[in-house]
């Protein structure tokens, strides 16, 4: 079982920064590929960002790239979504997800086993 807790959602203007934390407890950390996904109000969830389990391969959606960047900290058993350059169209229920086990990174939510509850970004205009 692993349990997954986001923080540091809130609201901020357009090209400001935000940095999103997911911290994990129970299984080892350093095992799991992590992700993280957003979803909007009436659009499915989507992909953001994944990282592999040494933190060693990371890999972006086109909409986030070069804007957001995902790094972990495996003795804190904590990944990071360090998100600048906000638009209004990043707006959205942010989760972090882990796929135990899993070499690699990781694109689709069926890859994932664990989700957290999700943190609210609201960037506004």
């Known amino acids: 079982q692993v349990q997954l807790v986001e923080s540091g959602g809130g609201l901020v203007q357009a090209g400001g920064s935000l940095r999103l934390s997911c911290a994990a407890s129970?299984?080892?950390?350093?095992?799991?590929?992590m992700g993280w996904f957003r979803q909007a109000p009436g659009k499915e969830r989507e992909f953001v960002a994944a990282?592999?389990?040494?933190?060693?391969?990371?890999y972006y959606a086109d909409s986030v790239k070069g804007r957001f960047t995902i790094s972990r900290d495996n003795a804190k058993n904590t990944v990071y979504l360090q998100m600048n350059s906000l638009k209004p169209e990043d707006t959205a229920v942010y989760y972090c997800?882990?796929?135990?086990?899993?070499?690699?990174?990781?694109?689709?939510?069926?890859?994932?086993?664990?989700w957290g509850q999700g943190t609210q970004v609201t960037v506004s205009s």
């Open positions: 997800a882990a796929a135990l086990g899993r070499v690699g990174v990781h694109l689709a939510y069926y890859q994932y086993d664990y």
């Open positions: 129970g299984r080892t950390f350093s095992n799991h590929a």
């Open positions: 990282i592999s389990w040494s933190g060693g391969s990371t």
